[in-house]
């Protein structure tokens, strides 16, 4: 039974996807969606949660899940994010409890920060968003994947796009997201000297290793070979600038 609740929110991101969005999954018709069967549909499959098993999937479809949960809850509730006039209103809408996943509740950052990047703080917090006994660490993935960042989709337009994931198509899709985003987001500066980088490099340091995993994780992604050779002629000694995370709605 949970493998086909699983399949069918998937089945919902991807229609919602494809009537609403872009060809890309970066910006969206937030009106259009609002009032659509699409929306009605991802409400439908996430209400269905409710009586879902975690436990009972393999673990790639247990982050896949996670990841698509996530994005669809983003996208149910669009139009709160609409409202927002400020960043702290927009980070408000992930800190507030809004998804009901087998037996409990979840907000957006519980889902993200406490299973996603196994229950690690908040940048800007000093906590862990689950405490040690919270119930729901039982649903954590086993592993923990950096790549996770450039799979949450957070309807703005600094956020990786929108994509839908499968956990037999799991490792192929991160690498497909994590590459896309940084090529259109990573620029070589000063002949190699420099790199100027999305903003989720800078929050999340931590999760990448320190900044000599950062530029690692980046360089690897890196298809321009001139580009490459001119770092690693540098041995690390590479400058690295974090972009603005800008906010604003993606809409279309």
């Not at 872009?22 to 009586?51: I, N």
């Not at 009972?56 to 982050?63: T, V, Y």
């Not at 990786?160 to 799991?170: A, M, T």
Request: proline content about 4%.
């Amino acid at each position: 039974m949970d493998q086909p609740l699983a399949e069918g929110l998937e089945a919902a991101l991807a229609a919602a996807k494809a009537a609403h969005f872009d060809a890309p999954g970066a910006a969206c018709d937030y009106a259009a969606l609002a009032a659509s069967r699409e929306r009605e549909r991802l409400a439908a499959c996430l209400a269905g949660l409710e009586s879902i098993d975690i436990r009972r999937m393999h673990i790639p479809a247990q982050m896949a899940f996670w990841i698509n949960v996530f994005n669809a809850g983003v996208l149910r509730d669009a139009a709160e994010l609409e409202l927002a006039s400020s960043a702290r209103q927009v980070q408000a809408f992930f800190e507030r409890p809004r998804l009901w996943i087998g037996a409990h509740a979840y907000s957006l950052d519980d889902i993200e920060h406490g299973l996603l990047r196994g229950n690690a703080a908040k940048p800007g917090h000093l906590r862990a968003p689950m405490a040690r006994d919270d119930p729901r660490l039982e649903y954590m993935p086993i592993l923990f994947d950096e790549r996770m960042h450039f799979a949450v989709h957070s309807a703005c337009r600094s956020s990786p796009p929108l994509r839908v994931f499968e956990g037999g198509k799991l490792d192929r899709q991160l690498e497909e997201a994590t590459a896309g985003y940084l090529r259109g987001t990573v620029r070589m500066e000063s002949r190699g000297a420099a790199l100027s980088l999305p903003r989720l490099f800078r929050w999340f340091t931590r999760d990448f290793g320190g900044e000599n995993g950062v530029l690692e994780f980046v360089v690897a992604r890196m298809e321009d070979e001139a580009a490459v050779e001119m770092i690693d002629r540098r041995r690390g000694a590479v400058k690295l600038h974090y972009a603005e995370f800008d906010w604003t709605l993606n809409r279309r």
